[in-house]
């Protein structure tokens, strides 16, 4: 999912908070929307968020709603969230604005608005705190996005192609799920014979070389910004073992997971391992060709 729209000055939105407060949902329950606009973070637990194909959201992810209404916000399992009535004037965003691991890289942030809430007379008593607080973590919100979005840069063009595309960001949503060739062609609407050779057509790449890429994408910045396991990790990305994982690193960095997080902590230097995707255009990426149909 993507809510930046290509063009558009963020610099102009204004962010507000009315109200924030803890919340806890009972493994398929659902968060009523109180606003048209949404921010909520997943302290325990984990939520899906949207009907039929849905994005999971893990402990320490948080999305921002621009159109709340529009999104099912429903617990997997037993769940605490944090959530915020953030609103974002002057600006039209699109699609959830979803952040990885915000609760670790916004910590500041997070522990602010976990120790101090901001309450409904607020706005009536002190509304320059409800600006502050919103300038606050509307702007951390956009910090994280545009990070992740730098990270899809490492990946190939696929908008040109629809039947591509279409695959490209259902494994952009989700790099986790155990994805099979005849998953894509379905939602492709296609053979899978015929999404392979449209696949290396558009991207110099297999369907299952770029679901690789996505994963790594994400393995690299759950290396800079955690200190979770490698174990962990691989699971976050959707290897059933850490053997796995670090096999599938090094092949597309030429690096082991350890030495990959020193490195991005400039504890020590490596140089990543040529891959497909800088041969490849390097725009727009997979995550812009969601904004681009």
């Not at 040109?160 to 894509?184: E, F, K, N, Q, Y």
């Not at 020590?268 to 255009?281: D, F, G, L, V």
Request: aromatic residues 4%.
């Amino acid at each position: 999912m993507s809510a930046l729209a290509p063009g558009m000055d963020y610099s102009r939105i204004r962010w507000r908070i009315d109200r924030s407060w803890n919340c806890e949902l009972a493994a398929g329950s659902s968060l009523e929307p109180t606003r048209s606009s949404l921010w909520l973070l997943v302290c325990s637990g984990s939520v899906d968020l949207g009907d039929g194909d849905t994005t999971t959201l893990d402990a320490g992810d948080a999305t921002y709603l621009h159109h709340a209404l529009l999104y099912t916000v429903r617990a997997a399992t037993d769940s605490r969230l944090l959530v915020a009535d953030l609103r974002a004037v002057g600006g039209e965003l699109g699609a959830p604005m979803i952040a990885r691991d915000f609760a670790a890289t916004q910590s500041g942030i997070v522990a602010l608005l976990a120790a101090c809430p901001v309450r409904g007379e607020m706005k009536v008593e002190r509304p320059g705190v409800t600006e502050a607080y919103g300038e606050l973590l509307g702007s951390a919100m956009l910090s994280e996005h545009q990070r992740a979005r730098a990270l899809d840069d490492r990946l190939p063009s696929t908008s040109a192609d629809s039947v591509v595309s279409a695959a490209a960001m259902a494994m952009a949503a989700d790099p986790i799920r155990d994805w099979t060739l005849a998953d894509l062609a379905r939602l492709s609407h296609v053979g899978t014979t015929t999404l392979v050779g449209r696949f290396r057509q558009a991207t110099g790449l297999a369907p299952m070389q770029l679901l690789r890429r996505l994963r790594m994408r994400r393995a690299m910045d759950e290396l800079s910004s955690s200190d979770a396991s490698i174990g962990v990790i691989a699971a976050r990305c959707g290897y059933g073992s850490a053997e796995a994982f670090v096999r599938a690193f090094r092949a597309e960095t030429g690096a082991t997971p350890g030495r990959w997080r020193q490195s991005s902590r400039g504890t020590s230097r490596i140089t990543a391992k040529p891959t497909a995707a800088t041969a490849a255009s390097p725009a727009p990426t997979v995550m812009a060709a969601q904004t681009s149909r």
